[in-house]
């Protein structure tokens, strides 16, 4: 925020013509912004210093504090672009992670309604087998009861024919 306030002052003292006061105030924000790491002020110093210079007619010291000025803008902007163009990386990757994730969420719900089809596959087969078992054991008991009353119906009808002629000669 000095950096800044110094060169508003240099800015006013070049604005009044007063070209040594402004040189003096723009080394002074120059120094603050240096020492104080903010490298966005450069740019605007850069270009005063150059103003400043043209105005006094050094032409070759405005030529380099203007391509100071540009080279500087050009890095500030390559290191915006760079910015940016993490920032969209970094988006790019997230979206093409959440895709990934929403994808194997999906394969996950598809894994997960196979496996239920098949639970109930095998229970419907289960319970179609029981019945099966069950109505093949009750036919075959039924029919074994069906053959051991038959049985016992010929073995009532063979001790009456035996018993019928026994009871004629005794009577």
């Given at each position: 925020?000095?950096?800044?306030?110094?060169?508003?002052i240099?800015?006013?003292?070049?604005?009044?013509?007063?070209?040594?006061?402004?040189?003096?105030?723009?080394?002074?924000?120059?120094?603050?912004?240096?020492?104080?790491?903010?490298?966005?002020?450069?740019?605007?110093?850069?270009?005063?210093?150059?103003?400043?210079?043209?105005?006094?007619?050094?032409?070759?010291?405005?030529?380099?504090?203007?391509?100071?000025?540009?080279?500087?803008?050009?890095?500030?902007?390559?290191k915006r672009?760079?910015?940016e163009?993490?920032?969209?990386?970094?988006?790019?990757?997230?979206?093409?992670?959440?895709?990934?994730?929403?994808?194997?969420?999906?394969?996950n719900?598809?894994?997960?309604?196979?496996?239920?089809?098949?639970?109930?596959?095998?229970?419907?087969?289960?319970?179609?087998?029981?019945?099966?078992?069950?109505?093949?054991?009750?036919?075959?008991?039924?029919?074994?009861?069906?053959?051991?009353?038959?049985?016992?119906?010929?073995?009532?009808?063979?001790?009456?024919?035996?018993?019928?002629?026994?009871?004629?000669f005794?009577?």
């Amino acid at each position: 925020a000095r950096a800044q306030s110094y060169y508003v002052i240099a800015k006013s003292a070049y604005g009044m013509k007063q070209y040594g006061k402004a040189l003096d105030y723009n080394d002074k924000s120059m120094q603050l912004a240096i020492e104080m790491g903010q490298p966005t002020v450069f740019g605007g110093i850069y270009e005063l210093y150059s103003d400043i210079y043209a105005a006094q007619g050094d032409f070759k010291a405005s030529l380099e504090f203007f391509k100071k000025m540009h080279f500087h803008d050009d890095s500030l902007s390559t290191k915006r672009q760079k910015a940016e163009l993490d920032q969209l990386l970094t988006q790019y990757e997230t979206e093409k992670k959440i895709q990934e994730i929403q994808s194997l969420s999906q394969q996950n719900e598809i894994k997960d309604l196979q496996i239920n089809q098949q639970r109930t596959l095998l229970l419907s087969s289960s319970f179609v087998f029981l019945l099966i078992v069950g109505g093949v054991y009750f036919f075959y008991r039924q029919k074994r009861l069906i053959t051991l009353q038959k049985q016992m119906m010929l073995e009532r009808n063979l001790l009456r024919t035996q018993m019928n002629p026994h009871f004629i000669f005794n009577a």
